[in-house]
C-alpha cells in the first residue's frame, strides 16, 4: 500500500492517496515500474469501481433506474381523520394544556384569516393570503422547536408565529403598514418577521430563503449554539434553483437545518403534475444524502413528531433533514386569484368538511373530554372579538412618517439618498394638498 502511494505520488497521481483501497487485490492493479504506472491484468470478477465520485459496485446488464412513482415514500400520520390514534407507540402523550394551546392557535390563526381576508375584499388592507388547510403544519411543527431555534418562512406559515406567541396587533400592524409596524410599512401584507420571536423577515421571491437558512444553520454551527435553523417552503418553490443550491449545501457542509415543504399541491394555478413527475419532494431528499420523511400534514400529531425527532438529530448530528407534509392549499392562493378558475369546488369542499387538520384535532380532543360545543362556541366568540379589537385598533393608527422610505436602504444614509428625502419634503411642503398625509404621521 505505502508503496503503491509513493509511486502514485511520483507519476502525480497524488489524488490516490485518498482512496482507501480495500485490500491487496485491488492494489496489485498499481505497480511501479521506471516512474509510470502500468496496468495489471485483472478479472473481471476482481474489478471493483474506483471512481472518487460514487461508492457503488459494477454490474453487467444494461439497465435504467426507474422512478418510484406509483407506490411513493409513504406518508407517516399518528391520527386518523377521526381523530383516533392509530399505533398508540407513535402517540407523542402531549399533555392537555399544551394541546389546547395548539387548537388554539390553529384557530386563532384561522379566525384572522377569515377577518384579514374580509378586510382585503372590501380594501381596507391592499392584499392578504390565508393559511386555510394548512395550520397543523405551522403549528405541530414549531411547537416541536425551541423557541431559540431561528425560522426561515415563505408567506403561508402565519402559524408559526402565532404559536410563538406573537401579538394579534402586530399581525394587524403589518398588514396595515401603520406606524406600529417593525417593518415600516414597507412591505406588502403577511411579509411578517420578529426578531424576538427568532422568525426572520419573509421576502416575496420564492426560495431565496432557503440557502439563507443554510447559510445560518452554518453559523450556529460554527459557534456551537445547539440551535437548528426551519426553513418552510411549498412544493412549488421546490422547483427553484435555489432550492436546489440550498440542499446541496446544507448536505456538504453538514448543516443543522430542517427542510420544511408544504405539500399543498398547487402553486397558484399550477397543479404538482405540472410542477414535477418524481415522487413529490421528499423522494429528492435521499438524492442529496439527506435524511427525508413524509408526513400527513393535516395530522398536527404526526407533523410534530417528525419535526421533534429530525430537531434532535439535526443537532446531534449536524446533518440536514427533509420534511414534506402532505396537505390541501383550501383557500385561493391569494386575493389576487379565483381558484375556482382551475379546480373544483368538490374538490375543496372535500378536504375543507372532511379532512381538515383543525376538526381532526377536534375530534381528538373531544373524544378525551378535553372539550365540548360550549367551549367551542364561546372560544370562537372570544377569539373573533380579539382579532376585531386589533383589527379596529390598527385601522386607527396613522401610517409612518414618509421620509422613512429613504432610511435603511443602507445602514447609514449615503449623501444622494439624503438629497432625494430632502427633495421630497421640499416637494410636499409645496403640494402637500395633493397627498393623503392625514393619514402619515409627521
Ligand atoms: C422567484 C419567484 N417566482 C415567481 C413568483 C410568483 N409566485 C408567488 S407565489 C407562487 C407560487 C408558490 O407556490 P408554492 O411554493 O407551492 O407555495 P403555496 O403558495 O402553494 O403555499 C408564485 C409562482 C415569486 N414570488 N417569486
Not at 386607527?396 to 421620509?403: D, G, I, S, T, Y
Not at 439624503?418 to 402637500?432: D, N, P, S, V
Request: proline share 5%; net charge neutral.
Amino acid at each position: 500500500m505505502a508503496a503503491a502511494t509513493a509511486a502514485a505520488g511520483r507519476a502525480g497521481l497524488g489524488f490516490l492517496r485518498g482512496l482507501r483501497l480495500p485490500g491487496p487485490a485491488a492494489v496489485r492493479g498499481l505497480r511501479a515500474g521506471g516512474g509510470c504506472l502500468r496496468q495489471q491484468e485483472f478479472t473481471s470478477l476482481e474489478e471493483k469501481p474506483q471512481f472518487p465520485g460514487a461508492s457503488a459496485v459494477f454490474i453487467d446488464r444494461l439497465e435504467f433506474i426507474q422512478p418510484n412513482v406509483i407506490s411513493g415514500i409513504p406518508i407517516y400520520r399518528v391520527m386518523d381523520r377521526q381523530g383516533q390514534i392509530v399505533n398508540p407507540s407513535e402517540d407523542p402523550q402531549i399533555s392537555q394544556e399544551e394541546v389546547l394551546k395548539f387548537y388554539k392557535s390553529m384557530t386563532l390563526l384561522n379566525t384572522m384569516d377569515r377577518i384579514l381576508y374580509e378586510s382585503q375584499r372590501q380594501g381596507r388592507i391592499s392584499f392578504y393570503m390565508t393559511n386555510y388547510g394548512e395550520e397543523g403544519t405551522h403549528v405541530g411543527s414549531v411547537a416541536a422547536l425551541d423557541d431559540t431555534d431561528l425560522v426561515f418562512g415563505q408567506y403561508r406559515e402565519a402559524g408559526v408565529l402565532m404559536h410563538r406567541g406573537y401579538p394579534l396587533d402586530m399581525f394587524m400592524a403589518q398588514c396595515y403598514g401603520n406606524a406600529s409596524d417593525p417593518g415600516k410599512g414597507r412591505q406588502m401584507p403577511v411579509h411578517y418577521g420578529c426578531k424576538d420571536l427568532n422568525f426572520v423577515t419573509i421576502s416575496s421571491p420564492l426560495a431565496t430563503q432557503i440557502p439563507q437558512a443554510v447559510g445560518a444553520a452554518y453559523a450556529f454551527k460554527q459557534a456551537n449554539t445547539n440551535r437548528v435553523v426551519i426553513c418552510y417552503f411549498g412544493e412549488g418553490t421546490s422547483s427553484e434553483g435555489d432550492a436546489h443550491a440550498g440542499f446541496n449545501f446544507a448536505a456538504t457542509l453538514e448543516c443543522p437545518v430542517i427542510f420544511f415543504c408544504r405539500n399543498n399541491g398547487y402553486a397558484i394555478s399550477t397543479p404538482t403534475s405540472e410542477q414535477y413527475r418524481g415522487d413529490g419532494i421528499a423522494a429528492r431528499g435521499p438524492g442529496y444524502g439527506i435524511q427525508s420523511i413524509r408526513v400527513d400534514g393535516n395530522d398536527v400529531f404526526a407533523v410534530y413528531n417528525a419535526t421533534k425527532e429530525a430537531r434532535r438529530r439535526a443537532v446531534a448530528e449536524n446533518q440536514p433533514f427533509l420534511i414534506e407534509a402532505m396537505t390541501y392549499r383550501i383557500g385561493h392562493h391569494s386575493t389576487s386569484d379565483d381558484s375556482s378558475a382551475y379546480r373544483s369546488v368538490d374538490e375543496v369542499n372535500y378536504w375543507d368538511k372532511q379532512d381538515h387538520p383543525i376538526s381532526r384535532l377536534r375530534h381528538y380532543m373531544v373524544t378525551r373530554n378535553w372539550w365540548d360545543e360550549e367551549q367551542e362556541k364561546s372560544w370562537r366568540k372570544k377569539s373573533r372579538k380579539r382579532v376585531m379589537e386589533a383589527l379596529e385598533e390598527a385601522e386607527r393608527k396613522l401610517k409612518p412618517k414618509p421620509q422613512l422610505l429613504f432610511s435603511d436602504v443602507y445602514n447609514e444614509m449615503p449623501w444622494h439618498i439624503a438629497k432625494q428625502q430632502t427633495a421630497l419634503e421640499r416637494h410636499l411642503k409645496q403640494y402637500g394638498d395633493h397627498y393623503p398625509l392625514d393619514h402619515y404621521e409627521k
